[in-house]
């Protein structure tokens, strides 16, 4: 894939330190080193390693990346991995996407509580989800849910919320099956999961009886305009209005099978606040990219945002999450601890085939690059550690003229 004309690394690079003196001492210590992977992800500062091929004897140097979470540049090669990991996790059933989104006035208080507020959402939306899917009322059945939390909205504003993909249905409890140990597979009604009102009315609750629960633990800080929060009386009060306000919970129509499930995730597992393709220009003032206008209906979507430079990186260090913060996460059926032993007890009540071992699609698709000039193996000959220069140097592309002699 060829490199975008323009990156976020180059508006850091060129305005990063600029930024940094003005903003001095309103910038963490995370904010920082993001910006600093970001400006050295791929250059000479991080290192790097020079491959040959075997063929043409064509040169290139490759130069390391950063890897942080935060790298529009880094997600790639680090979704096809996690996607090769889940792929095998997959059910032959219909999958849901479901979403539940914060309030304004509760996301204002996730800004300066990133860590607890965060952790409430994951908590309180698996919390509902599986306490209506489990009600015989709905469901009646142990379901899984693989979650990951997104805190922007298309225009990088500070907008918490977490994607759910759910199988179509779960493992009914012992004592309601067929099955000779009780379970079975119920398999939810076609193109209908469970209901939205029910699971936004039940979200809320909880959440904000979590929220409550953490002011009283006293784990929540409050600065600025919000200070007076830290009140018990005046938290009370601002949240009087959100017991009566509706909570978004959206449910999307079910997927076209397994392998667009893992198309669908792949968009949004290591997504970050805005990808380097959506950037058009950047001058002296100000950063212009693509965004979409959600309210809007059809092209009218499509829109274009130009906003200062200094607006735009404060954007985007806005999602930077806290250190340790794991934002895609497994509940239900899919809890890490007994995944591998519920999705195999899955496939056996749906009677299907377990997986037998070998490479999946996903992992097939991780080839080792192939020489530009004529496709021949590349093969490393070199690797030189951060700020050295290496002693190869590249070689030119050379054209291949290939002569059907036949």
């Known amino acids: 894939m060829s490199r975008p004309s323009l990156e976020v690394a180059d508006i850091f690079r060129g305005h990063g330190p600029a930024w940094r003196r003005a903003n001095a001492g309103h910038v963490s210590l995370s904010q920082l080193k993001v910006m600093s992977a970001i400006e050295n992800c791929r250059t000479a500062a991080l290192g790097g390693h020079v491959a040959r091929c075997e063929d043409c004897a064509h040169s290139q140097i490759s130069y390391n990346s950063c890897r942080n979470r935060h790298c ?5 090669a680090a979704a096809k991995n ?22 304004a006035a509760i996301a204002d208080i996730a800004y300066q509580n990133k ?8 908590k309180a939306s698996a919390e509902t989800m599986l306490t209506i899917a489990a009600d015989p009322k709905h469901l009646g059945a142990r379901i899984g849910i693989t979650s990951v939390l997104h805190t922007w909205g298309s225009a990088m504003t500070h907008h918490p919320h977490v994607h759910m993909i759910v199988p179509g249905g779960g493992i009914s409890p012992p004592g309601g099956g067929i099955s000779l140990d009780g379970e079975r597979w119920v398999a939810c009604r076609p193109g209908f999961f469970l209901p939205v009102r029910v699971l936004s009315r039940l979200f809320r609750r909880l959440f904000l009886e979590k929220l409550i629960v953490a002011h009283k633990a006293s784990h929540l ?10 009140d018990p009386q005046a938290f009370a009060a601002y949240l009087a209005p959100l017991r009566r306000s509706e909570w978004v919970v959206y449910a999307k129509r079910p997927f ?21 393709s959506r950037l058009i220009a950047v001058d002296g003032h100000s950063v212009t990219f693509r965004w979409k206008d959600y309210r809007a209906e059809g092209r009218d979507r499509r829109k274009v945002m130009t906003l ?3 607006e735009f990186i404060r954007r985007f260090l806005i999602h930077v999450l806290p250190q340790g913060f794991h934002r895609i996460r497994h509940y239900g059926l899919l809890a890490s601890g007994t995944r591998a032993d ?21 992992a097939a698709g991780q080839t080792k ?18 700020g050295a220069t290496p002693r190869y140097r590249p070689t030119a592309p050379t054209i291949v003229i290939r002569v059907d002699t036949s």
Not at 72 to 76: F, I, L, S, T, Y
Not at 87 to 98: F, G, S, T, W
Not at 348 to 358: M, N, R, T
Request: aromatic share 10%.
């Open 72 to 76: 529009p540049k880094c997600q790639g």
């Open 342 to 362: 519920n999705i195999a007890r899955a496939r056996e009540l749906l009677a299907v085939a377990i997986p037998d071992g070998q490479p999946t699609a996903a």
């Open 221 to 230: 800080k409050f600065f600025g305009d919000h200070a007076v929060l830290a």
């Open 82 to 103: 996690w996607l090769a990991a889940r792929e095998a996790d997959l059910l032959p059933v219909p999958y849901y996407h479901v979403v539940f989104t914060l309030p």
């Open 115 to 122: 860590a607890v507020v965060y952790g409430l959402l994951f």
């Open 369 to 386: 690059p192939s020489c530009p000039c004529c496709g021949g193996r590349m093969v490393l000959i070199e690797v030189f550690e951060r």
């Open 308 to 310: 200062a430079t200094a």
């Open 256 to 276: 076209g099978g397994p392998q667009a499930v893992l198309a669908y995730l792949s968009r949004y597992t290591h997504r970050v606040a805005i990808a380097n």
